[in-house]
């Protein structure tokens, strides 16, 4: 990515084009006089032309000869996430933005979707439709596309963020240089992909309630995408884990801040229980069918599966290692710590079967239950301190060292004048 230089617009505003010879001059002439009356700094307007077979290129290039804040790119295969990519990729802004061209999106929400940007407060801001104070006019059937697949996103990729369509979108260049490199989709998932993965590297994503107006000349194919969508809902949910999202917090200042002893102590405990009740609950089945006569072999086994189902809980819930690389590892470790517990409750059977050698099913389950709690304490600490230690981080505080230079650059060019 080329980055931010010191003497390049603050705001490049990119418009994704396809065959729109009769729409890009009306739609960037508005945009630019939005600009020239409400944006204080340098800007700049791509016009990104993505294989247009009509004269859009010809038309966006009279538009750069015309307009000093405009300037043409043109890509030779097709695609709006192709587009965005690249055209941010190469941009020397600080801040990057995209839109429509049919401007849906009233413009005076512009601003407000900066601004966050600037000053730091986020690191992407998006238009929502799906806000209170939005104002939306548009057909029962997108709007129920639209809430249905925000819904989707929300229960199969834990998205915080309201409307992941909205074209109108902004994002730090600095951001931007660490998430567009792991974004795959060329297409109109593009937007979805890079909001998941800003939201799973801990930055801010801000919300602009907008007023929207729907384009009834819109040629988008809402089956098609939809289809394309859900498969790249899929596609994500199965490789996010494998993405070096903890290494953009870190380097973004956003590391997730490890869970104080207190919470973790709670998480553990609760996963515990839950497993806990797993294992006296399969040691007394087994104890009734298959192990009466050697309880060792029926305990061995219900704790060989809680161990199991114990360490992948707290290792995701507990001590937040959401990565599968390194899950094996941690599973090996889980069955080292199930020695102890094993050896303790062993202990405990052994003891028991010397004192009360005809004790019955409740007894020795009873017995297993206060091995397995005094083994917890150590458990805890074990985990703690060797399984998980090189996971908890500390949250850096302030904003990133680029968030900070940022804002530095906006407020000299701001005591410079725009131009």
């Given at each position: 990515?080329?980055?931010?230089?010191?003497?390049?617009?603050?705001?490049?505003?990119?418009?994704?084009?396809?065959?729109?010879?009769?729409?890009?001059a009306?739609a960037?002439?508005?945009?630019h006089?939005h600009l020239e009356?409400?944006?204080?700094?340098?800007y700049?307007?791509?016009?990104?032309?993505?294989?247009?077979?009509?004269?859009?290129?010809s038309?966006?290039?009279?538009?750069?000869?015309?307009?000093p804040?405009?300037?043409a790119?043109?890509l030779e295969?097709?695609?709006?996430?192709?587009?965005?990519?690249?055209?941010?990729?190469?941009?020397?802004?600080?801040?990057?933005?995209?839109m429509?061209?049919?401007?849906s999106?009233?413009?005076?929400?512009?601003?407000?979707?900066v601004?966050?940007?600037?000053?730091?407060?986020?690191?992407l801001?998006?238009?929502?439709r799906?806000?209170r104070?939005s104002?939306?006019?548009?057909g029962?059937?997108?709007?129920?596309?639209?809430?249905?697949?925000?819904?989707?996103?929300?229960t199969?990729?834990?998205a915080?963020?309201?409307?992941?369509?909205c074209?109108?979108?902004?994002?730090?260049?600095?951001?931007?240089?660490?998430l567009?490199?792991?974004?795959?989709?060329?297409?109109?998932?593009?937007?979805?992909?890079l909001l998941?993965?800003?939201?799973?590297?801990?930055?801010?994503i801000?919300?602009?309630p907008?007023?929207?107006?729907?384009?009834p000349?819109?040629?988008?194919?809402?089956?098609?995408t939809?289809r394309e969508?859900?498969?790249?809902?899929w596609?994500?949910?199965?490789?996010?884990?494998d993405?070096?999202?903890q290494d953009?917090?870190?380097?973004?200042?956003?590391?997730?801040?490890?869970a104080?002893v207190?919470?973790?102590?709670v998480?553990?405990?609760l996963?515990?229980?839950?497993t806990?009740?797993?294992?006296?609950?399969?040691?007394?089945?087994?104890?009734?069918?298959?192990?009466?006569?050697?309880p060792?072999?029926?305990?061995?086994?219900?704790?060989?599966?809680?161990t199991?189902?114990n360490?992948g809980l707290?290792?995701?819930?507990?001590?937040?290692?959401?990565?599968?690389?390194?899950?094996?590892?941690?599973?090996?470790?889980?069955?080292?710590?199930?020695?102890?517990?094993?050896?303790?409750?062993?202990?405990?059977?052994?003891?028991?079967g010397l004192?009360?050698?005809t004790?019955?099913?409740f007894?020795?389950?009873?017995?297993?239950?206060?091995?397995?709690?005094?083994s917890?304490v150590l458990?805890?600490?074990?985990?703690?301190?060797?399984?998980?230690?090189?996971?908890?981080?500390?949250l850096?505080?302030?904003?990133?060292?680029?968030?900070?230079?940022l804002?530095?650059?906006?407020?000299?060019?701001?005591?410079?004048g725009?131009?």
């Open positions: 990515m080329t980055g931010p230089r010191a003497d390049g617009p603050v705001l490049d505003v990119v418009i994704p084009v396809f065959n729109e010879q009769h729409t890009v009306a960037v002439h508005r945009l006089n009356a409400t944006f204080p700094y340098p700049r307007i791509t016009i990104a032309d993505n294989a247009s077979t009509d004269d859009t290129p038309v966006a290039m009279d538009l750069a000869a015309e307009l804040e405009v300037r790119v043109r295969r097709k695609g709006r996430g192709l587009a965005l990519n690249q055209v941010w990729s190469a941009s020397d802004a600080l801040i990057l933005a995209y429509d061209v049919d401007l999106t009233d413009l005076d929400a512009l601003w407000p979707l601004a966050p940007l600037m000053s730091g407060h986020s690191d801001a998006i238009g929502t799906l806000h104070d104002r939306v006019v548009r029962p059937r997108r709007e129920a596309i639209s809430r249905i697949y925000n819904l989707v996103l929300r199969g990729l834990g915080g963020f309201s409307d992941a369509q074209g109108f979108k902004a994002i730090r260049a600095d951001v931007a240089a660490e567009l490199p792991l974004v795959e989709d060329e297409s109109w998932f593009f937007d979805t992909e998941v993965l800003a939201q799973r590297s801990g930055l801010r801000h919300e602009v907008v007023d929207w107006y729907d384009d000349d819109s040629r988008v194919d809402v089956t098609t939809a969508d859900l498969a790249g809902v596609r994500l949910h199965r490789t996010l884990d993405l070096p999202l953009i917090r870190a380097r973004m200042g956003r590391t997730t801040p490890a104080g207190g919470a973790q102590t998480r553990f405990g996963v515990g229980a839950v806990t009740v797993l294992h006296l609950g399969l040691f007394a089945v087994l104890d009734t069918t298959v192990g009466g006569q050697s060792q072999w029926g305990n061995g086994i219900a704790l060989s599966i809680a199991v189902v360490t707290n290792r995701r819930w507990t001590f937040g290692v959401r990565r599968r690389r390194g899950a094996l590892t941690n599973q090996v470790q889980g069955f080292a710590v199930f020695g102890l517990t094993w050896a303790v409750t062993a202990l405990a059977l052994a003891l028991l004192v009360w050698p004790a019955p099913t007894a020795r389950t009873l017995v297993v239950g206060v091995g397995t709690v005094a917890t458990k805890f600490v074990l985990m703690r301190q060797w399984m998980f230690a090189h996971h908890r981080q500390s850096a505080p302030g904003t990133s060292a680029r968030s900070s230079a804002v530095r650059a906006t407020g000299q060019r701001d005591s410079l725009r131009r």
